[in-house]
C-alpha cells in the first residue's frame, strides 16, 4: 500500500508553545487529508478534512485558530498546535487519500506531551 | 445515532476464529473498513468492502456485511499471537469529503 509518513513520531514541549507535525503522502498525491486525535484506549475522533490549497474543514468543536492546518501541496499537510497545554495531549494521526479517492492511508501517529 | 458501536473486548485462544462485530449508522455509506493498530502505532488497513457486497475473503479474513441490518462483521482465521491488537471498523459517509467515521475499537486478546 501506499506511504504516509509523520513527523516526529513524539514531541514534548512547554506549555505555551506551538508544535508543527508534519504529514507526507511518499509514493502518491494525497488530494485529501484527515487529522484525527487519539485518546488513550478510544477512537479515533476526526479534527479536520483539508483539501490541497483550499482551507480546511473543521469539525465541530475543534478551534480551528488552535489547531492550523495548511495543505500547501499534494504531498504535505501540517497540523500546528498553537499556544500548547496540557489537555492538547493526545496522539495525533493523519491520513491520506489519493486521486483514486478509495483508501485512506494512515501515518503512524504522533504523540505529543505538553509539560 | 451518530456512533459507530463495536464491542469493547475479545478473547480468544491460538489457532481459534475471531469474530469482531460492528454496527454502522448511515445506510448510505460507501465503503466499510476494518482497520488494526499494534501499540503506539498509525492504523493499518486491513481490509474493506463495498457497500453492495455481501462477504469478501482475503486470506485469513472475512467480512461480513448485512446492510439491511447495518451491521459489519471480521472474521480473523486459525488466530495467531502477533493478531493481538485494536481492531477499528469504519464506515465512509458519503456527501463532503468522504470522512471515516471510526468506531471505538475492539481489542483483541489471543492467549496460548
Known amino acids: 500500500g501506499a506511504v504516509v509518513s509523520q513527523h516526529p513520531s513524539w514531541v514534548i514541549c512547554k506549555s505555551g508553545t506551538s508544535v508543527k507535525i508534519e504529514c507526507r503522502s511518499l509514493?502518491?498525491?494525497?488530494?485529501?487529508m484527515f487529522w484525527y486525535r487519539q485518546f488513550p484506549k478510544q477512537s479515533l475522533m476526526l479534527m479536520a478534512t483539508s483539501n490541497e490549497g483550499s482551507k480546511a474543514t473543521y469539525e465541530q468543536g475543534v478551534e480551528k485558530d488552535k489547531f492550523l492546518i495548511n495543505h500547501a501541496s499534494l504531498t504535505l499537510s501540517t497540523l500546528t498546535v498553537t499556544s500548547a497545554h496540557p489537555e492538547d495531549s493526545s496522539f495525533y494521526i493523519c491520513?491520506?487519500?489519493?486521486?483514486?479517492?478509495?483508501?485512506?492511508?494512515f501515518g503512524q501517529g504522533t504523540r505529543l506531551t505538553v509539560v | 445515532g451518530e456512533d459507530v458501536e463495536q464491542s469493547l473486548f475479545l478473547s480468544v485462544r491460538e489457532g481459534d476464529s475471531s469474530v469482531i462485530n460492528c454496527t454502522y449508522t448511515d445506510s448510505s455509506s460507501t465503503y466499510l473498513y476494518w482497520y488494526k493498530q499494534e501499540p503506539g502505532a498509525g492504523l493499518q488497513l486491513l481490509t474493506y468492502i463495498f457497500s453492495n457486497m455481501d462477504m469478501k475473503q482475503d486470506q485469513r479474513l472475512t467480512v461480513l456485511l448485512n446492510k439491511k441490518d447495518k451491521h459489519l462483521s471480521l472474521r480473523i482465521a486459525d488466530t495467531q499471537t502477533g493478531d493481538s491488537a485494536i481492531y477499528f471498523c469504519a464506515e465512509r459517509r458519503s456527501g463532503g469529503y468522504n470522512k471515516l467515521i471510526f468506531g471505538a475499537g475492539t481489542r483483541l486478546a489471543v492467549h496460548p
Open positions: 509514493d502518491f498525491q494525497a488530494t485529501t
Open positions: 491520513s491520506a487519500r489519493d486521486r483514486k479517492n478509495t483508501e485512506a492511508f
